[in-house]
Every structure is written in structure tokens, then in C-alpha cells.
């Protein structure tokens, strides 16, 4: 009876210090693939975009991960063979009921790799317009101008026709404007550059531009272009429509 209990003893003692390893095993890999992944992350910004380090920085957070909670079961008498074979089902099994997932991380990494755009950019997507808030494996997170979150998932982007406004430093702006055709058309052209150039708003070059686009009747169909920096590109907007309006006013001209 004696050897029974100290059988039961030592086989709770082994079972225990199995038990407190397995955890000394998955927190000290949670904590070091934090840790890792951190430092990796800051390291690969210096050298890749930040979309594609915060790949590999998931990446190298679920492989320290999986290895030590692997080292961790391994502790408590899981096999190894056991644990790839049934790791190998599992993943078919997942794989088969989340294809969608699969295609929308596949989408994601080519959107990564291509870089059509990054977070901060504004892009247009179909009807949705706004600013990347983030951008992960799954989907992109839009943050329209009335202030609300759209998703847009990986696979649906790499189908689209996506316009990227903010890519490049500067962006021009045209205004199209209605005027009669018995109007001075070239005064008319003049004053609206001239208006423009003034502009603070309005970048000195390329310089502003008027033309005709269109005569429909006794209406004359004219476009007003000039250039931007993205960040001013509302502003100036706005502003040159409150400068045309007092411009035709000044000047008789009928619209």
C-alpha cells in the first residue's frame, strides 16, 4: 500500500513539474516572440515598406510561438508525429472550410508587394473614397471623410481598379465652369489663369491652365486647371470657386 502512495506521490510530482514547465515554455515564448517580432519590425522598417515588416513580423511571432508551445506539449508526453499529423488534418480540415480567408491573405500579400499604396494614402474604390487606416492580411480599413470605417477585403482589392489620389506630392485640380458664348472668351481665359496664379494656394508650376472643352448651344464649357499639393487640394477647390464667383461678378460676366 505504502509503494502504491508513493507511486501516486511521484507520479503527481512528474505530472506537476511537466505541467509548470509546459507553462514556463509557452510564456517565455509568448514573451520572446513579442520581444522578436518588436524588434524585427523596427529593424525591416528601415528596409522594407511598413506593410511588408508587419508581414514578417506576424510571420516571425507565430513561428517562435508555435515552436515553443509545440516544446511545451512535448512536455506533458505529446509525440511529435502525433502533433504534425494532427496539425496536417487540421490545416486541411481549416484550409477547406476557409477558403476565402486563404485567398483574401494570398490577395493581401501580392497588395503588399506591389505597392500600389500604403496606410495614409487616399485611395478611391469603386464608390468608397477615403484614407487607409490599415492595412492587414485579411482586408483594408478605409476611413472615409464623414468619419466611418470601411473594410474592404484583400480578395475583392486585387479585382478592383483602385485610384490612389495622394501617391504623388502634387495633384491638379479642374474646375469646370458654364458661360455664354457671346462672352469675351479670351478675356475670360485670361482672368481665370491670372486669378489662379494668385492664388497662394495654387503651385507656381506647372502654371494654370483655361480652355474649351464643350459648346452646347449658346453655353460655352470652359476648364480651369491648375496644380496643388494633395494636402491643399479641398482648399484650393473651395477657394476658387468663392474667387470665380466674385470674378464674374466684377466683371458682368454671365454664367
Not at 39 to 56: D, H, P, T
Request: with cysteine; charged share 15%.
Amino acid at each position: 500500500m505504502k509503494n502504491m502512495c508513493d507511486f501516486v506521490s511521484s507520479f503527481h510530482e512528474a505530472q506537476m513539474l511537466a505541467i509548470l514547465k509546459t507553462i514556463i515554455l509557452i510564456v517565455s515564448g509568448f514573451l520572446l516572440a513579442r520581444i522578436t517580432s518588436k524588434a524585427s519590425e523596427k529593424l525591416l522598417g528601415r528596409y522594407a515598406s511598413s506593410q511588408q515588416a508587419m508581414v514578417f513580423q506576424k510571420i516571425i511571432y507565430f513561428s517562435i510561438l508555435i515552436l515553443f508551445v509545440v516544446a511545451g506539449l512535448q512536455q506533458l508526453g505529446f509525440k511529435l508525429s502525433v502533433l504534425l499529423g494532427s496539425a496536417g488534418i487540421a490545416t486541411a480540415a481549416v484550409a477547406i472550410a476557409s477558403q476565402t480567408s486563404i485567398s483574401n491573405i494570398i490577395s493581401g500579400l501580392f497588395l503588399i508587394m506591389e505597392k500600389s499604396f500604403q496606410i495614409g494614402d487616399r485611395i478611391k474604390v469603386g464608390n468608397t473614397s477615403g484614407i487607409i487606416s490599415s492595412i492587414d492580411l485579411l482586408s483594408v480599413k478605409i476611413l472615409t471623410a464623414n468619419n466611418t470605417l470601411v473594410r474592404i477585403p484583400n480578395e475583392l482589392l486585387i479585382k478592383s481598379e483602385i485610384t490612389n489620389i495622394t501617391r504623388f506630392e502634387s495633384r491638379r485640380l479642374d474646375l469646370n465652369l458654364k458661360v455664354s458664348s457671346e462672352e469675351n472668351l479670351p478675356q475670360i481665359k485670361a482672368l481665370l489663369v491670372e486669378m489662379a496664379k494668385k492664388n497662394p494656394l495654387s503651385l507656381k508650376t506647372p502654371l494654370p491652365s483655361a480652355s474649351i472643352v464643350e459648346l452646347d448651344g449658346s453655353d460655352v464649357y470652359l476648364q480651369l486647371s491648375t496644380w496643388s499639393a494633395h494636402k491643399n487640394y479641398d482648399a484650393l477647390r473651395d477657394s476658387l470657386y468663392a474667387d470665380i464667383v466674385t470674378l464674374f461678378h466684377e466683371n458682368n460676366i454671365a454664367s
